[in-house]
């Protein structure tokens, strides 16, 4: 596949990208394992069910553990929890979350909120001690799970769906009945760092890989989709025409859908009874799922969804790597969009573009958080990030764009955010920052132009090669930000260790700049000059009066390599290398001055330079 990505000032074909994986061993990793069997009574009348919950937990770490944790999501929408006093305080709070000057957590009525509560609790048959702080929940153990050994928790569980505020909730704004996330006591991850615990506030989550094995049993008119795999459709005439006749296990007026789960490390479901179900079966790949409303407004655009959507999973199994699911679904629910093993959750009452654009995000967090299951509260931009990079390249291609530069909003997003001054590190945690905006801005679009950049720094094959590596070594694991930037210099051989520190742990800018450009005699002698304090290698441009041009290229010094020439059909010098300490950098052209037309810095406009002002010297007319 050859993707064609046009430049401001230059057309080239920067991304062609052709497949490369070689094998890379972790022998120092480690992660944890859970089996989830759950079976759940819900009671659609009044949104409150019941459950009992038997969860096998192997301790994978070399030390034991004395206590778990559990997230019981749902108490975060309870007037005074976190949650909302946080939208009580932060400047920007969430629109869909806050109306007319109000947190609409704090004004949920008794029956409106939502809770999750354990009702037992048993370690291998004996009882815990537990208690609830918030949304989570801590259990001191009847007895220590030493390094490599299991533990068999059993819990009753109680909860009651909340009205739709953020993600989960019952009765969405486009009137879908269910839409179920973060709605099970969800044990918590234990990895190197320790337990990550943090409470329900409003970002994303962590997630411990397993099995889930989950029976629902609902009013029988509701349809339902969920992550996993349906065990019997038959009966529950789930995608058959004659449902009624095949209707088996009902127990009054319900019916139990039971779903297995592999290898994941979250399970959501929705449930509405005025669900359409469509299914595309897509070539040597997975069967893709449909659940939408029933309204006549919908159907046009939700039956074109589907080709895109096979679309989007060819792009992306092509350029990172293949799904290694049998099943996708893109459900209507939710508040917007939101990724889901094996599935996600979309607003659908949309133009078809965005629709496209909203299915193609969160079918790329496939990839990038559901396979590739970085900490999202600790490292966002490597999740949503990653993601907007790659869905801006899918959308691109598939909806035709034929933009000069797919990732043009990412660069001015982030140049918006520097230019008022409210920028955070990357490395702050999700809850942190102090403007939703700036947490937006920092983990879509800066963490976009990571990669982007980043192939402005190595070239864009080798970057694209680094992504496929990268899914290779790392599926199924939990990577951190140094697996990515160790993949990419084994790839490139470069030393990029100076990249993640600037862009992603400090707020430093890139910003250089052409001093001056004189003659010196029948010779012309260029001045640049780094104006931020973040180091970048340079692409210089000198076009001349005959239109015909060249490139210059200055490696950054602690690189100790160089890209190959992005621009292949255009003459390219190798200069010496620049140590960033040196504010200034000068070199010779064997040209007279008055032969130069323009002398032009990073012409793909790939690096995130603020002020491309000073990046043009033009002759004066």
């Known amino acids: 596949m050859k993707i064609l990505l046009k430049y401001t000032l230059i057309s080239f074909c920067f991304l062609n990208f052709l497949p490369g994986i070689y094998g890379q061993s972790n022998h120092s990793y480690w992660q944890q394992h859970v089996d989830y069997q759950m079976e759940v009574d819900f009671d659609v ?81 004996v009882k815990l001690e537990y208690s609830l702080e918030g949304t989570v929940l801590v259990v001191k153990l009847a007895k220590a799970i030493p390094a490599g050994g299991k533990a068999t928790f059993d819990m009753n569980f109680e909860g009651q769906v909340p009205i739709q505020i953020r993600r989960s909730g019952r009765d969405n704004a486009e009137g879908i009945a269910l839409s179920m996330v973060q709605w099970y006591p969800k044990l918590a991850e234990y990895d190197f760092e320790g337990w990550h615990v943090d409470p329900y506030i409003g970002r994303e989550f962590h997630g411990v890989w397993g099995d889930f094995d989950v029976k629902l049993t609902l009013d029988k008119t509701y349809v339902v989709g969920a992550s996993g795999y349906l065990q019997n ?34 399970f959501m479901w929705a449930a509405d009874p005025e669900y359409i179900h469509d299914t595309l079966e897509i070539s040597d790949g997975p069967t893709l799922h449909f659940l939408y409303k029933n309204k006549p ?96 390249l899918c959308m691109n291609e598939i909806m035709e764009q034929n933009k000069e ?92 260790d100076w990249y993640l520190i600037d862009w992603t742990q400090t707020t430093n800018t890139i910003d250089y700049g052409i001093k001056s450009v004189v003659a010196e005699g029948d010779k012309t002698r260029i001045t640049l000059e780094r104006i931020g304090l973040m180091p970048m290698p340079l692409d210089i441009l000198v076009v001349y009066n005959d239109d015909s041009r060249e490139t210059f290229y200055t490696p950054l010094r602690m690189m100790h390599g160089e890209k190959e020439n992005p621009y292949n059909s255009l003459q390219r010098t190798v200069l010496d ?28 406009q790939l690096m995130a330079d603020i002020n491309f002002a000073n990046n043009i010297w033009q002759k004066a007319q």
């Not at 407004?297 to 999973?313: G, I, P, R, V, Y």
């Open 45 to 125: 009348e009044n949104f409150q069910y019941t459950g009992t919950q038997k969860l096998t937990y192997t301790n994978n770490s070399p030390e034991e553990i004395s206590k778990v944790y559990y997230h019981m999501y749902f108490n975060a929408f309870q007037p005074g929890s976190e949650m909302d006093i946080r939208l009580q305080n932060i400047p920007d709070p969430d629109p869909r979350m806050f109306v007319d000057g109000q947190s609409r957590i704090a004004n949920l009525k008794p029956e409106e909120i939502g809770y999750l509560n354990a009702t037992s609790l048993e370690q291998d048959g």
């Open 405 to 496: 530069n797919p990732f043009e909003n990412s660069y001015a997003s982030y140049y918006g955010l520097v230019s008022v001054g409210k920028e955070q590190p990357q490395s702050t945690h999700a809850d942190r920052y102090a403007f939703n905006s700036a947490y937006s801005t920092a983990a879509y679009s800066k963490g976009s132009i990571f990669l982007s950049q980043l192939g402005y720094v190595v070239g864009q094959e080798k970057l694209m090669e680094s992504l496929r590596q990268y899914y290779a070594d790392f599926q199924f694991k939990h990577p951190t930000p140094n697996d990515i930037i160790r993949t990419v210099e084994k790839v490139s051989d470069m030393e990029l």
């Open 233 to 266: 459709p038959q009966e529950v005439g789930h995608g058959y025409e004659e449902a009624g006749s095949k209707l088996k296990k009902v127990r009054g007026n319900k019916l139990t859908w039971h779903f297995k789960a592999p290898q994941v490390h979250d």
């Open 297 to 392: 407004e919908l159907l046009e655009n939700w039956k074109n969804l589907q080709s895109k959507t096979a679309d989007a999973m060819s792009f992306f199994n092509q350029n990172i790597g293949l799904y290694p699911y049998k099943q996708y679904s893109v459900i209507q629910g939710g508040d917007g969009g939101m990724e889901y093993a094996m599935g996600t959750l979309i607003t659908g009452e949309r133009t078809f573009g965005s629709l496209v654009g909203v299915m193609v995000h969160e079918l790329a967090h496939s990839w990038f958080q559901h396979v590739l299951a970085t900490n999202e509260l600790k490292h966002s931009w490597m999740d949503e990030g990653f993601t907007t990079f790659i869905s801006s």
């Open 577 to 604: 290398d620049w140590p960033w300490a040196y504010p200034s950098f000068e070199y010779v052209i064997d040209k007279p001055l008055g032969s130069i037309k323009a002398v032009v810095i990073d012409p793909s």
